[in-house]
Structure formats: C-alpha cells, structure tokens
C-alpha cells in the first residue's frame, strides 16, 4: 500500500525526518488507530530513503508506543501507554538527574506525589488493595541486606501504593520516579541497617493505610523520603 503523496525527504538525519513525518500523519489522524503502515518498501519510495532510515524511524515510533511491530506482520498505528510516555522521558529525566540539583528537584517532586498518594490510599483503599500493599510490604521485609532484591522490593512497594488509585498514568509515574532516583543513589558499604529502618517505615506507612488514618500516613511517608534523602543524598 503506498501512500497517495510523495514526501521526499531532505534533511541531515533521515530516519528523524520519517519518524517526524509519520508521526505528525498518526496525530492528525492521516494514519488511524489500527490503520496498517504501508510496507517498507512502499515507505522507502514515499519517502525517498533507504530501508536503514525506515527501519530506525519505525523503531523511533515504537519507543513512543505509536506504532506496533511485529515480526511477519504488518506494522500497525497504537496509541502510547502512560509507561510509553515515562519510557520516552526516561533518557531526557536520567540526564537532568546527573546536573546540580537534578536529584533535590526529583526528591522533591517525589515527596509531593507520594504523600498525596498515602494519604488517598488511607482514605479509599479496598480491602484487595490492602492485601496487594501487605504482600509487597512482605516482600520488603525479606529482601533485607540484598541491594539488588531490595531496590526491586522497594520500588514494588511504592508501585502497588500508586495501583490503589486505579489510574494507570500513577502507576507509571510512580515507578518512573522510584527507579530513575533509586537508580542514582551511591553506593554504600554495608546497606543492611538502612534496608532494615526503611522497611520499617514502609510498615508504618502501610499500618497508617489500614488504620484508615490519612494524617499519620502522610506523616509515615514524609518521615520515609526525609531519611531516604538524608541517607543517600544530602551530599549530593
């Protein structure tokens, strides 16, 4: 299936210049949902360009969740998910982490969603939700002196408290911002004790929860990401 209008391309990066073209056709709604992309060879001739600025331009789209690929099948126009959306800001969000300031504007950011999460989860939590919180809360506890299985552990924890809403944009937030800031925190020698004061508070945030009582779990998180920030990053 070719395309009715030819779109020579004559800019430096190729496959931007497709990516950017083919993108603008799905917004405006030249390509729709589900609609089939025309074959390779047909977009080469569209376009004007080789099958390696095709294929890195379709690749380009697929970060963005806008379109689909498959092997053996036609590629086809999606729509992004919210963690479509956080993947593609993750690159740009890793490097403003790594500039002066990058982890205290994140931390902070942090803060701000995660209290308002505690304190919505206290007030509307289901009794499934508590039960899901309690098995990630479990899960914390018996990573403790693991680095690798307590970061895991600790970025679930706090991605069944952002479910508890029941918007997928929180969930992907959620874990977006725990993974790009427990990504960067230093290393340190022996994390034993800290694995074990931060679970600690991850219970109390989650006994505040259950306990319905939407100020001590507001308090119970900000105490959480107060030490979480001191411990790992007041130096930085």
């Known amino acids: 299936m070719a395309l009715d209008i030819r779109r020579p391309i004559a800019k ?3 496959s931007d210049a497709v990516a950017e073209e083919l993108e603008n056709m799905i917004r405006t709604g030249e390509l729709m949902l589900d609609d089939p992309l025309p074959s390779e060879r047909d977009l080469m001739e569209t376009f004007g360009v080789g099958r390696p600025s095709i294929r890195e331009a379709l690749a380009k ?6 379109v689909r690929i498959r092997s053996g099948e036609r590629t086809l126009v999606t729509r992004p ?29 942090r803060k701000f969603f995660e209290t308002s999460l505690a304190r919505y989860a206290a007030e ?6 508590l039960q899901d919180l309690e098995a990630a809360l479990e899960l914390n506890r018996s990573s403790v002196g693991s680095e690798d299985l307590f970061k895991k552990t600790d970025i679930n924890f706090h991605r069944v408290l952002a479910r508890i809403p029941r918007n997928p944009i929180f969930e992907a937030i959620s874990t977006a911002l725990a993974d790009w800031v427990v990504t ?18 991850h219970e109390l945030i989650f006994k505040a929860i259950a306990a319905r009582d939407v100020e001590a779990a507001e308090r119970a998180m900000t105490m959480h990401l107060n030490f979480v920030n001191e411990r790992y990053y007041k130096d930085i």
């Not at 509307?124 to 939700?129: R, T």
């Not at 230093?186 to 004061?197: F, M, N, S, V």
Request: proline content about 6%; hydrophobic content about 35%; overall charge negative.
């Open 12 to 14: 430096t990066k190729l």
């Open 61 to 66: 789209l697929s970060r963005k969740g806008l």
């Open 81 to 109: 998910s919210p963690d479509a959306i956080i993947g593609e800001l993750s690159v740009m969000s890793k490097d403003f982490l790594s500039q002066p300031g990058g982890i205290k504007y994140f931390n902070q950011l």
């Open 124 to 129: 509307f939590a289901q009794p499934s939700d």
């Open 184 to 201: 960067a925190r230093p290393a340190i020698d022996d994390e034993t004790a800290g694995h074990a004061k931060s679970f600690a508070e």
